[in-house]
């Protein structure tokens, strides 16, 4: 099950989607602030994206989706990210472009199956060394940093 644009989809009851196995949530371009806690618990999500929101800071949580293997927080106002995105080991996408990062967290070394990385249009004025260790990286954008 996919999950598109939960803006405004309201479904009544909480944690409605308990019984489903989302594979896919995008909630871009809704004005997000903050995600509910329990989305974080989808085991089986694979594809998150938060593009465009209004998002401040990223949650340890986020990192630590057992399924993750595409993440999109591009576009909105994070100033930081935690070492815990070394945590998410299967992601082969990552975009963080748009933001205002000045630094990418070191444990960045440790998503060893990374195949893009977008961190352009930030505040980066320096690399983590452990962005050597990332062999299967195909696209790096750091346009604009």
């Known amino acids: 099950m996919e999950l598109c644009d939960f803006a405004n989809f309201q479904i009544p009851g909480e ?19 903050e995600i509910p806690e329990e989305v974080y618990q989808q085991a089986t999500v694979q594809n998150f994206s938060l ?9 340890d949580a986020l990192f630590k989706m057992e399924s993750l293997k595409i993440l999109d927080i591009s576009n909105n106002k994070i100033a930081s990210l ?7 080991t299967l992601l082969t996408e990552f ?6 990062i000045p630094e990418m967290p ?6 060893q199956g990374l195949e893009l990385l977008d961190f352009s249009s930030n505040k980066l004025t320096s690399l983590p060394d452990g962005i050597g260790k990332l062999t299967k990286l195909m696209k790096l954008n750091l346009d604009g940093n």
Not at 51 to 59: A, C, D
Not at 95 to 100: E, F, L, T, V
Not at 106 to 111: E, W
Request: hydrophobic share 35%; glycine share 10%.
């Open 51 to 59: 593009m465009g929101n209004l998002i401040k800071s990223v949650p």
């Open 106 to 111: 070191q444990s960045i070394g440790q998503l």
């Open 95 to 100: 975009k963080a472009n748009g933001n205002q």
């Open 15 to 33: 944690n409605w989607w308990d019984g489903y196995e989302l594979v896919r949530i995008d909630v871009s371009q809704n004005k997000v602030e």
């Open 82 to 88: 935690s070492e815990a995105l070394g945590t998410a």
